[in-house]
Structures are given as structure tokens and as C-alpha cells.
């Protein structure tokens, strides 16, 4: 018989939780941001729930002191300790291919895939501020083009390097040699961004290949991830920008001449479970009213092109015109449009939606409605899994992990233990 | 009572030992070489006997595979891993200015010394082989002065980044603000070098600055470590050239309007403890008789200008000119008459001795006899302590904290627990 197919779960690590009030909340525990035991326990319930890994984004600059959501702890140092706290949960960090190079990132890889026993996974990102690149010694970010040009050797070069290692080199003879020379080759990489000789200095780790995560959007983002990806963060409010976007990219991975079912396509997800659904709108609401109204009403203004500060709070959104008529940037204003279709919310509320994940999908329900929902992406063609987002740590991920997993395996969707060793095997990839 | 200057000990962490032929040894552990524990292990012993740090060096290319001495997990994810297997130990890793940026550096050390509670130490280095400069987009290393003008500013951006937090700029007040934006403050560095606006993504770790280490045996190299170095690796035969190199850099560091005082001169030293003077030459001869002698000799004739090829192994060392006849690099010829003329050593034991730590002071002997020479080095100006380097892991390490240590220890010379928090205090520093 063969295996029935399998949801996938990750975990996205950040701060407080990704409300953007999250810290405020009396049961954040925004006083151990710089605590690496708050990381490792977070990963343990995550490993609990038999999550396929825990994932950290990144970023090179501070952007408002005042408001939070800062960065703390350097992914790779965190996860290469989040080791030793875990035992089979993947362990996904982000990599900016602008500002490193191929060498220390397949390094760093590398050693974390040892030092986890073939558990690291990459999310190759370009950056995006210009804040960023000035902390790396540039005036402003190179264009996008240009990134994804540098991106797209980066990887390449990388994955050499990891190549560049037979996984039998090492051979430890006491008498003899300790490695095969004709194992461990040079690549000698002369391209347009990237001079690399090689070989790694890392011998091949138990992966082969750390796994490759991708979350681009644009054409070039889709294409990469068509090319080298083994899973894939996607954004969609609904049900329906998944599927067009699920359908695109598994055509864009069937042109690049690789098997689409191997690549996994996550979908961000925020969830609120309570034991009852109204339950579940009250967590909401407890971690909207705590945003900064008058900042939010004007970052909604801007994203609108209307003046919302004399809006009724607590009172249904007012209509707002069609995306036909709107000039600003359309994806954000889409989604805006979606979620007032979608869940009628007042102003408050759409407010905490656009704080928790943006654009992200939101389920607010009891653990079998988010599980209904969850199926129902799942087999609608929107989702191979998701990348959780809980809004505030660790309360929304305990309610994932205690209440939502137990229903999901029950259906028969999601593992009830790990029966796999590797980040690559979680994902039902194939080796490489 | 002033407390009674005391002792420093670090544990140089290098593969399965710093004699070449250490992996070939039936006792050694090369099997382990990618085995985070291996590692955590060591650093449990040297914290076992109370030592202020372990300290791992650092290349970015593989030079001879079947040779071994390769290196293996990266230093930073390793550290960071260790940090959690240790509690008190101080954890001093190699970062290359050439290679990174000085915001990768400074962030990643600020992130471990948060993971590790304030223990993060950072051996400034330039790199020196054109093979790890073409794994980085360069042709060829940058010339020695343009890679010191670089690390003087790398070093500079670093320490003004980790400055750019002020201790109390978090207030993670639920109410008011995350962070006080007025504490936090760019940097708007603009050198020959980098272009670095900062501020760092990291807050202030507990240490403020990580500890600086240095190694620079040239002037350039000299003047930075007496500019900011907190501990100073040394290359010293004997007690001579120690007092010689101690004196000068002391002296430096009193130019640079620093207190001498206050930074930690540790030579590297290579131990053989045996319970008798013969069981500890035994120990040496073992791994001596396993190194390749075709090798080691065609080496030993290109540092001497000799044809050793005819030399009796196990007969003294013919007489070799006085260094003033010698035209080759003089600094390692000079080393080897100072090894024969202080040891008389056999042809193999010379080769050993040049394969355990090069120029290193090599002590062999039972526990007393190697606490007095310790203690001569002390006493006599050679040195604040000593960079350990055992010529196998991990008998010869355990050894050292086993025997020699208690010895240290019953003399008032090394402390008996740890009595300091972070590898700042462990070293006397004052606080940054």
C-alpha cells in the first residue's frame, strides 16, 4: 500500500510571535528575546507536535527601536544550539545570498547539518533594504534583477561546494591516508558574481545537501524556486491565491524538469484555537486592542489611499473602491480586499489581521474547524503543509501543537511520530 | 590582601591533537572529528580543570587531504553549540577580517555571547593563504600591510557596533516602548574599508564587547594586539624569546595607553605528562614513531638547507651552522637550533617536536616537573599563561587537568573553581 500523502508543518520562529502587538501582551515573554533557552523550548513543543522544522527569518538592519519585532539572536549560532535541545526537527535558517558568500554559507550549513545529524535547512533569501546593504558596504541594495542573478550562482556554487565532497573521502586509515584525495575535488567556480576554487572545508555532512527553502515571489523568486527548491513559503489570504499560486509554481518545477509531488509548498498560516470559535475570536481581540491605534490607522491609510483616521474602531470596515480603480501597489490592497470579503471584520480587527503575518492565510476557529480548513486547502489543491505563524509565542503554538496536532493526526493527515531521521526525509524528498 | 596573580589556561581545540601524527594514533578519536560532542567533551574537561576558555583556530581551505589536520565543523555554529554543553568555560573562536564583514563578525560574536551568557571570545586574524582567499573572490590574499590596515578597521567597526546598544536601551515596557530609540544609535562608519551604518541587530550581549585575542607575531600584527587585544597568543621555544616577545609587547601595550596588566600573554605549550620523566618521553616517542619519516625529512631539509635524507633517525642531530651562516627565513631555522641545543634530541624526536605545535614551547615530564617550568614561565616574565595545545585528544588534555592542574592548584597558582561568570572576569579584564 502505498503511503498516503502527508501534511508538512513548520514552525517560523520570530520574537514575541508575528502579532505585531505580540510583546505587549501579558503573556509574552518578550524579557528572554535574548535567551536561547526561550528558542530551544519554543523548538521542543514544535518537536513535540512531530513538526517537519522550525524556521528563522533574517534580516541585517533595526528598523523602529520603539515598536519591536527587532531581530535578537544570529540564526545559525542559535540553531547550531537549538541542536543539541532537539533530536529530529528540522532546523531552517535564513541565508541573505547578498550579503554572504557562497563559502561561509555552505559552510556554516554545512557544520549545522553535522552538528544537528543532518537536520539544517536554507532559505535562500536576496534582502531587500537598503538599510541592510549599509551595514554590509553597500550604498543601496543592488536591483532586484541583479539579486536574483547573484542568487541564482550563489546556489549554485553552494550546492558544488557540498558536491565537492564524495561522502566516502574520508577514509581514517591509521596507516594510510585520512582522506582520498580523488575525493575532495575543487570546483575551481569562475562566474559573473562568484570566484570559488574549493573544495569545502567541511566533509560532506549527513544530507549531502542541506534542504533548500525559497520564498519569492516575484518572477524570479518563482523561478528559482522552480530550480533548486524543496520547499517553498508561499503567501496567500485565501484559499483561492493559493491554488493560483500552488498551480504556478508546480508548473514552473514541472518545467525545470523535476518532480513537482517533491517540493513542498508552505503557505504562511496564522491561527487563533480556542475551545469555542468565539473563544478563539477573544484571543484576537485581546492582542488587536492591544496595537497602537493611531500607527496602524495610518499605515492602513497609506496602504488604502484613504484617510481612515476618522473610522469607527470597533464598526465594520467601510466599503472601499474595487482594485480596478486602486493606483497604489496592488498586492497589499488585494489582500486587504480579500479579508473584508472574506471575514467582514471591523476596522480593529482587520487591523490585528494586516499586525498578525500581513497577507498571510488567518484561521480563527476550534481545533476541528482549523483542522477543516486545514483539510481543506490541503486537498483543495492550495497547500502540501504550512508554515505556521503563531501570533503571540509560546501560547499560540502550544494550542497548535496540543489541540490542533491531535486532531489532524487523528484524520490520518500528520505523522504521529517522527519515523524519520533527516530534515530531507521529514519532507519526503529524495536524497541527494 | 590584593589577590595573588593567578595563572591563565586555554585549551587550543584542534582536530584529534596538534602532533601531526595524532589521528594515526590508536588512541585517538579521528573517527569523531564531525561529532559535535567530541568537541563538547573536550570543552567539558578544560572545564572540568577550571580553564578560562577553549579556543578554536580557523582556515577557509583544505590543504592535503590524505595528510589529515583538516578542519572540519566551523568554529562559530560549534561554539555556539558548545556553550550549552558547558557552563562556566570561555568560548574563543576565529574570524577572519579579510574574509567577513565587520557586521557578520560583530553580530554573530554578540550572538554568542548572549547564547553562552558572556563567555564569547574573538581571535582577531587576517588569514595568510591565497588558497582560502580564492574561496572568497580573490585571486590572492591582499598584501600583509593592506590585510592589517583592514583588520585594524574591521576591528574598530566591530567594537563600535557592539557599542551602537546601550546596556539599558531595552525597556520592554507593555505599555510604552521596546526599546528607547534614543539608546540604540547608528554608527556611520565611513572608512578606507567598510561603510557600515549600524546600529547592530544584536542588543548589547553580556559581555558589551566579547573578548579580543590576537596572535600577530609581525609588527603590525604586535601593535594591533597592544592596541586592543584582552589575551595575546604567543609563539615561544623557550624562555628566552617568551621574556623577549612578553617584554616587547608589554611594552607596546603601555604605548598604546593601556594597562599591560590587563592583557593576558598565553605562549602556546605543548605538554607530555608522564608519572615518570621516561613515561612521558615514551609518550612523545609514540607518536613521533607514527609519522610519516619520507615526509617529515624531505621538510626538515627544506627549514635546515641540509640533505637529511642520509640522517641515522634515531641518532642526535648532526651539527648545523649558527644562524648567522643560515640565508633561508630565519625565524623557524632559529627554533630548531634552540630545540637541539635545549633537548639534544634524537633526528626522530626533532621531527615530532617540529610536527607537535612547530615552535611552540614543548614541556615533558611528570606533573611537578611541569608545574615548575609553568611556574618559571610565570614567575620569569614569559608569560600570564599558557594557550594549551596537546599533541593528542583528548589523553593529553586530560592528562594536563588531571595531574598537572591539582599541582598548579596546591601551589596558589591556578584557581581551585570558577569564581567569575564571564571570560572577561576569568581574565582579569576590566568590564567594556
Not at 210 to 234: K, N
Amino acid at each position: 500500500m502505498a503511503a498516503r500523502k502527508q501534511l508538512h508543518l513548520n514552525a517560523f520562529l520570530f520574537a514575541c510571535g508575528h502579532h505585531g502587538a505580540a510583546w505587549r501582551h501579558p503573556a509574552s515573554q518578550v524579557e528572554r528575546l535574548t535567551d536561547i533557552a526561550y528558542y530551544e523550548e519554543l523548538a521542543q513543543t514544535a518537536e513535540r507536535g512531530c513538526f517537519d522544522a522550525v524556521f528563522f527569518a533574517d534580516g541585517h538592519s533595526v528598523r523602529d527601536p520603539a515598536a519591536g519585532g527587532l531581530w535578537f539572536l544570529e540564526p545559525l549560532t542559535a540553531l547550531s544550539a537549538m541542536a543539541r535541545a532537539t533530536e529530529r526537527i528540522g532546523l531552517v535558517t535564513t541565508v541573505s545570498s547578498t550579503f554572504y558568500t557562497p563559502f561561509h554559507a555552505a559552510r556554516m550549513l554545512a557544520s549545522l547539518d553535522h552538528i544537528s545529524g543532518g537536520r539544517a535547512g536554507w532559505n535562500v533569501v536576496t534582502s531587500m533594504f537598503d538599510a541592510e546593504a549599509r551595514n554590509h558596504g553597500l550604498e543601496e541594495m543592488p536591483p532586484h534583477d541583479e539579486r536574483y542573478s547573484r542568487a541564482a550562482e550563489f546556489v549554485d556554487v553552494a550546492l558544488a561546494l557540498w558536491d565537492s565532497w564524495d561522502a566516502d573521502a574520508l577514509e581514517l586509515d591509521r596507516g594510510g591516508v585520512f582522506a582520498d584525495p580523488a575525493k575532495v575535488a575543487p570546483i575551481h567556480h569562475r562566474g559573473k558574481h562568484f570566484l570559488v576554487d574549493g573544495p569545502l572545508n567541511v566533509p560532506r555532512s549527513p544530507q549531502g545537501r542541506p534542504v533548500l527553502f525559497q520564498a519569492g515571489a516575484s518572477e524570479q523568486g518563482r523561478d528559482l524556486a522552480a530550480r533548486c527548491a524543496e520547499g517553498i513559503y508561499a503567501v496567500a489570504y485565501d484559499l483561492e491565491s493559493a491554488q493560483n499560486y500552488y498551480r504556478d509554481v508546480k508548473r514552473r518545477i514541472r518545467g525545470a524538469g523535476r518532480d513537482a509531488d517533491a517540493v513542498t509548498v508552505m503557505p504562511g498560516l496564522v491561527t487563533y484555537v480556542g475551545s469555542t470559535t468565539e473563544e478563539a475570536h477573544r484571543k484576537k481581540a485581546e492582542l488587536d486592542a492591544l496595537l497602537p491605534v493611531e500607527q496602524s490607522i495610518a499605515q492602513l491609510s497609506l496602504f488604502t489611499h484613504q484617510d481612515c483616521s476618522e473610522w469607527e474602531l470597533d464598526a465594520p470596515v467601510p466599503d472601499l473602491p474595487p482594485l480596478s480603480e486602486f493606483t497604489g501597489p496592488q498586492g497589499r490592497y488585494d489582500t486587504i480586499l480579500r479579508i473584508i470579503e472574506k471575514d467582514r471584520p471591523t476596522v480593529r480587527a482587520l487591523l490585528g489581521t494586516l499586525a498578525a503575518g500581513g497577507g498571510h492565510c488567518t484561521m480563527i476557529g476550534t481545533p476541528e474547524s482549523i483542522a477543516d480548513d486545514i483539510e481543506r486547502w490541503f486537498h483543495g489543491g492550495g497547500a502540501d503543509g504550512f508554515n505556521l505563524m503563531p501570533p503571540i509565542y509560546p501560547d499560540a503554538l502550544t494550542d497548535f501543537v496540543d489541540e490542533v496536532v491531535p486532531v489532524l493526526q487523528k484524520r490520518g493527515l500528520f505523522r504521529t511520530e517522527y519515523e524519520t531521521a533527516t530534515l530531507r526525509e521529514h519532507l519526503s524528498s529524495p536524497p541527494q
